[in-house]
Structure formats: C-alpha cells, structure tokens
C-alpha cells in the first residue's frame, strides 16, 4: 500500500471520529494528515511529510483554539435568549416587597421577579435578564 493511501486512511478515521465526539479539534488534525498526504503524492520524503502533517495540523489545531479564545463566551443556559424566550420581554412592577422580590402578572400568570444585582427597586418597566427556576431576574428599562 502506498504511504499516501496511508495517510489518507488516518486522515478519514480522524474526521469519522470528529463526526462521533463532536470534537472540532480532531478536524484541524485531519487537515495535517491531509497534508501529509498530498506531501506524499509530491513525492517528498516520508521525514519530511511527517514534519509538514504536525506542522499544518498544529498550527491549524492552534489557529482554532486563538480564534475561540479570542471570541465572546455564549451567555448562561438560564441568560441565555436562544435557549429561554422569556429573556429580554418586559414586565411591569406595580410595588417591591421588603424581602426584593415582586409578584407580577406575565403570559396569563403570576411570577415572582427579584432585582438583578446593583438594580433599583422601583416601580416601573423592566426586562427579564435571566430566568431562575420560576422566578425572573430583572434590571430597570
């Protein structure tokens, strides 16, 4: 068997493992191995398509990981508008109880809201930041 039919076998398993974990690292890896195999069908010297599969599989797997860094972390499941609706509606506050939570009416039912952290207890508007268990995390309008 040829060593470019080689790399081109660990470059499918590598990707058929991706597609079973969900890792999207292993693909920056089949990349390398990819490359390996096109360094074969060059001709090139088994060292020196070993040296080009680590370097374009590295440095793809180190691209991947500065890009992802470099990105916004997705908000909380409980903050998080593609996982709960009720996040960024509004609600109206007629009064506070003495404990910071207020009952008010939302979709056809009572709610308990309690103030997000560092927001003022006054009567008015607010939008639902978050949701805990049954009860909605507000900040002013």
């Given at each position: ?84 609706l009720d996040i960024g509606e509004t609600v ?14 939302y979709r056809g039912a009572q709610w308990s809201v309690a103030a997000a952290p560092g ?23």
């Open positions: 068997m040829a060593l470019s039919t080689i790399w081109w076998v660990l470059a499918g398993l590598v990707v058929i493992a991706e597609l079973a974990t969900g890792t999207f690292y292993l693909l920056m890896i089949s990349f390398g191995l990819v490359a390996g195999a096109l360094a074969a069908h060059l001709g090139l010297a088994t060292s020196v398509q070993i040296i080009i599969a680590a370097l374009v599989g590295g440095g793809a797997t180190l691209a991947w990981h500065f890009y992802k860094a470099s990105q916004p972390s997705a908000p909380r499941a409980e903050a998080n508008r593609d996982v709960n109206q506050v007629d009064a506070w109880n003495a404990d910071g939570t207020a009952a008010v009416k927001a003022a207890q006054t009567a008015g508007s607010y939008r639902v930041k978050e949701v805990m268990g049954n009860r909605l995390i507000v900040e002013p309008v």
